[in-house]
């Protein structure tokens, strides 16, 4: 990040030894108004990313497109491309990880997805993958993310996309602690995005 980049690092103390302390870089993306380039590494807390997502919609700030990824027990890698809607405020003001620890009181509308695809954890090593295709709008990440938390189920690595008025998302899926989803579980959640599909 260049010196014009925002960062900030967490005050607090409290980490255990060995936890590479949290913090977060944004910054404008030239010529593209109303974009920002937002980066968050560090340790995170489960659930961290659907906060965080939640938290921006409540903002009206949606991400765009990026990717997330789990590098060791404790610490994760991030990059986000952010677009404020319109009469949103500046999100360069925005403490990114107050939003990623903090419960929203964002309320979830209905997922509708265009199609969906699954592959088993044997596949990922140990993780069940899940590419998603839906009608993209704000806060439709979050809600997503929301979704896989109440079945516990969290990514360890994801990848954001918006292509026209759709989103491609894709999630490499873990249970609690990092444990392998069962086939039980795996194909709990297949049906479950099945009553997603629009029809």
């Given at each position: 990040?260049?010196?014009?980049?925002?960062?900030?690092?967490?005050?607090?103390?409290?980490?255990?030894?060995?936890f590479?302390?949290?913090?977060?870089?944004i910054?404008?993306?030239?010529?593209?108004?109303?974009?920002?380039?937002?980066?968050?590494?560090?340790?995170l807390?489960?659930?961290?990313?659907?906060?965080?997502?939640?938290?921006?919609?409540?903002?009206r700030?949606?991400?765009?497109?990026?990717?997330?990824?789990?590098?060791?027990?404790?610490?994760?890698?991030?990059?986000?491309?952010?677009?404020?809607?319109?009469?949103?405020?500046?999100?360069?003001?925005?403490?990114?990880?107050?939003?990623?620890?903090?419960?929203?009181?964002?309320?979830?509308?209905?997922?509708e997805?265009?199609?969906?695809?699954?592959?088993?954890?044997?596949?990922?090593?140990?993780?069940?993958?899940?590419?998603?295709?839906?009608?993209?709008?704000?806060?439709?990440?979050?809600?997503?993310?929301?979704?896989?938390?109440m079945?516990?189920?969290?990514?360890?690595k994801?990848?954001?996309d918006?292509?026209?008025?759709?989103?491609?998302?894709?999630?490499w899926?873990?249970?609690?602690?990092?444990?392998?989803?069962?086939?039980?579980?795996?194909?709990?959640?297949?049906?479950?995005?099945?009553?997603?599909?629009?029809?």
């Amino acid at each position: 990040m260049n010196s014009l980049a925002t960062m900030r690092r967490s005050t607090t103390d409290t980490l255990h030894a060995g936890f590479q302390e949290p913090g977060f870089a944004i910054e404008p993306i030239p010529g593209h108004p109303g974009a920002y380039r937002l980066e968050m590494s560090g340790f995170l807390a489960p659930g961290w990313s659907g906060r965080l997502a939640a938290g921006l919609s409540d903002h009206r700030v949606g991400i765009v497109r990026g990717s997330a990824e789990k590098i060791n027990a404790s610490s994760w890698r991030s990059g986000f491309e952010l677009k404020s809607a319109p009469f949103a405020g500046n999100p360069e003001g925005i403490d990114f990880l107050r939003l990623a620890t903090a419960e929203s009181n964002h309320k979830a509308a209905r997922i509708e997805l265009l199609s969906f695809t699954m592959e088993p954890t044997t596949y990922h090593n140990g993780s069940l993958f899940v590419e998603i295709k839906g009608m993209d709008r704000l806060g439709f990440l979050g809600d997503l993310l929301d979704y896989f938390s109440m079945r516990c189920l969290f990514p360890v690595k994801m990848t954001i996309d918006t292509q026209g008025a759709t989103a491609v998302d894709r999630f490499w899926l873990r249970g609690l602690g990092g444990s392998v989803p069962s086939v039980a579980i795996s194909n709990a959640m297949k049906r479950n995005l099945e009553q997603l599909l629009a029809r």
